[in-house]
């Protein structure tokens, strides 16, 4: 396979697996250290311009990759590269022109919408430092979509990987030259290194696309010559039609995002709690334990950025059976992959918390929410699945619902004393079940899509055992006064636990793994 070939199904999903891994684990470095540097309260101001950043890039952006991916995906099928050029260089100029218009827009009333809206001043140059990055976001994503249509995940996979690393010396060095001038300007001095990461990943992005380019060119030059016309209004078309959905539905999302914040803060000063109290329990819940509860989600991002080529080539071709086992293969993966991070999470809050923050206070909400990851696991390629098909109406509906049940639960259980930051959690919670459970209802209906159930079951079999391992090996184990040691040796116990059980009742056969580029070449027993 030459540099520019595209991958199968499995293998593009294994190499954005394989960035997703390096990635959300490397994101941790500055998760665990940006909050030793300017607090959680910093860390609280830090998250809360983010909610509305999402809204805007959500407008710029919102079904764009998804859209370029699928007509770049049946363009290649019609062997017909210029039209891919010609899909790239229009969702390129809609994109940079309405980054360029928002960013203006962004830095103009960020006055306005720091004090009026997000009800906390100091957020202001954090939001100002973040507005450059709608014009650097939205190309990328053209530019990821492109590759994702063509079935070539290695240059998203390498982009995302330098503007991470370059993400983290950036933002741990911004944050702390910064913060001598205050605790909002090491916020913003971290959201600088945000940027930072970000434009040199489209660097990277834009050297691949030239030596692609280049490769395409000189293939073409060899063999026949393909002329096509442009039709610019029928690609905008298209475009439009597909990316208007999806942005709909996304913009909820981003919408329910943005207001949790506001509702959340609000709320929480209903019942008493002081502004910068309730900053730094929204910081801690956004910007220290969801992230970590979406770590196993980088398998759940790259099985949906990779189903959307898959599944839209199958529809091109009428194919249900490949339809049907792809989406399989992504729920039991997402699942069998989660299941046992989901019981680690529960079972050793704590000290996860405490070696991880310094902080076990905050265990409490990810024992509550870790149960209950496994709805969010499965969700994206359900989403993605039904978006893909033309059915992006169904995810928005289902959005839209969970999305207003969560807002009016953490508006009215977090405004009281009793439940404070917990609202929220139960809130967000709630949702992820309702969304995930319209979802899979949609895509049963629509596509006549039968769940494997007994694989469901065999999966909460194997976390049983394991969460009674991990338990007994946590509180038995002689090592106390090594928490660290305690800790790592009871994760080894339970995943050594979660694997003999997975392969015993069969959700992982030694035949799956020998499919596994480079791993199953090295299997000594096949």
Request: aromatic share 10%; net charge positive.
């Amino acid at each position: 396979m030459n540099k520019y070939q595209k991958q199968t199904f499995i293998q593009g999903t294994l190499i954005l697996l394989s960035a997703g891994i390096i990635n959300r684990i490397l994101g941790f470095i500055p998760r665990i250290a940006l909050p030793r540097i300017i607090g959680a309260e910093g860390v609280g101001i830090y998250q809360l311009g983010y909610p509305f950043f999402l809204v805007i890039m959500t407008l710029i952006t919102g079904g764009i990759p998804l859209a370029v991916s699928k007509l770049v995906s049946e363009a290649e099928i019609a062997d017909n590269p210029q039209a891919s050029r010609n899909v790239l260089r229009i969702s390129f100029g809609l994109t940079f022109g309405l980054g360029i218009l928002f960013m203006f827009l962004s830095i103009w009333f960020a006055p306005w919408v720091t004090q009026v809206i997000l009800t906390d001043p100091r957020v202001y140059h954090t939001f100002v430092s973040m507005s450059p990055m709608l014009v650097i976001v939205a190309i990328s994503s053209v530019f990821r979509g492109y590759f994702q249509g063509k079935q070539n995940m290695i240059p998203s996979a390498v982009s995302s990987i330098v503007e991470t690393v370059v993400r983290i010396i950036c933002v741990l060095c911004f944050s702390f030259m910064l913060l001598p001038k205050g605790i909002e300007f090491g916020a913003a001095g971290a959201m600088l290194g945000v940027m930072a990461g970000e434009f040199v990943g489209l660097l990277i992005l834009l050297y691949h696309y030239h030596a692609d380019d280049k490769h395409n060119t000189s293939s073409n030059s060899a063999g026949k010559s393909l002329e096509v016309p442009r039709m610019e209004g029928g690609v905008l078309r298209r475009l439009l039609k597909i990316t208007i959905p999806v942005t709909a539905g996304k913009l909820v999302g981003s919408f329910s995002y943005l207001f949790e914040s506001i509702i959340t803060a609000q709320s929480l000063a209903l019942a008493g709690f002081a502004t910068s109290v309730a900053t730094a329990q929204y910081g801690a819940l956004q910007g220290m334990i969801i992230p970590l509860l979406l770590l196993p989600g980088a398998l759940t991002t790259s099985l949906a950025v990779s189903l959307v080529p898959s599944l839209s080539e199958a529809a091109a071709r009428n194919e249900h059976a490949t339809i049907h086992k792809r989406l399989n293969q992504t729920i039991n993966i997402a699942l069998v992959t989660g299941a046992p991070f989901s019981v680690l999470m529960f079972i050793l809050s704590a000290p996860l918390c405490l070696l991880l923050y310094s902080n076990q206070e905050i265990s409490g909400m990810l024992q509550l929410m870790a149960p209950f990851t496994l709805f969010i696991y499965i969700q994206a390629p359900l989403q993605v699945a039904l978006q893909v098909l033309d059915h992006p109406g169904k995810a928005l509906r289902n959005t839209l619902i969970g999305a207003i049940i969560k807002l009016f639960l953490i508006w009215y259980l977090s405004s009281q004393p009793e439940y404070g930051i917990y609202g929220a959690v139960i809130a967000i919670i709630i949702n992820s079940i309702i969304v995930t459970l319209l979802h899979g209802f949609s895509v049963t209906r629509l596509l006549s899509f039968k769940f494997n159930i007994l694989n469901m079951l065999k999966i909460c079999f194997a976390m049983l055992l394991m969460g009674i391992g991990v338990q007994l090996a946590y509180t038995q184990l002689p090592f106390h006064q090594h928490t660290w040691l305690q800790f790592l040796i009871s994760c080894v116990i339970g995943f050594a636990i979660y694997m003999v059980i997975i392969f015993r009742i069969k959700l992982v056969s030694i035949r799956d793994i020998e499919k596994i580029p480079i791993i199953g070449q090295w299997l000594p027993f096949k």
